[in-house]
């Protein structure tokens, strides 16, 4: 039995990283490439998040915290943001750092638009991937795994 259970884990990703300006999301194992995945991002253009309400994606180190099967969004991955810099820079500026940054699939009942959602970036500040693709993100990242996100 142990043996029919490796080579799943063998697929699964060891982390995820999201390069904002190529709009993509690649899922890792042992520092390769094995998924690469179009995204949409925040509307709110490519700039860092500073605060809550500016539709941008945040960029730094972060982990997969929380899985949500009942997601307005498909499925959803829930991300550690705001971290301790994203807290630090915040207090500074004197704003909320916001929360609820998410890899997720379609909105539900709108699955039917596919990759035509990355015509424009439209979430505010998750990274959007389509039904399908969450769906195969779902089973090759689990709880813990670390994400960076980059410019």
């Known amino acids: 039995m142990l043996a029919a259970q490796q080579p799943a884990q063998a697929e699964r990703a ?13 899922l890792m194992r042992a520092g390769k490439v094995i998924h690469t995945y179009k995204v949409a991002l925040g509307q709110g253009g490519l700039a860092p998040k500073q605060r809550q309400g500016d539709g941008r994606t945040p960029e730094g180190h972060y982990t997969i915290d929380a899985r949500n099967s009942a997601s307005e969004y498909h499925l959803s991955l829930h991300i550690s943001y705001p971290n301790a ?3 630090k820079r915040a207090a500074r500026l004197g704003v909320a750092p916001g929360g609820d940054i998410m890899i997720h699939g379609l909105p539900n009942g709108k699955g039917y638009v596919g990759p035509a959602h990355r015509l424009f970036d439209w979430t505010l500040g998750c990274v959007a991937v389509t039904d399908q693709e969450i769906e195969e993100i779902w089973k090759l ?3 813990g795994t670390p994400v960076e996100i980059r410019s």
């Open 85 to 87: 810099d994203d807290r």
């Open 14 to 26: 060891d982390s995820v990283l999201i390069l904002k300006k190529d709009h993509l999301l690649e």
């Open 141 to 143: 990242v689990p709880v």
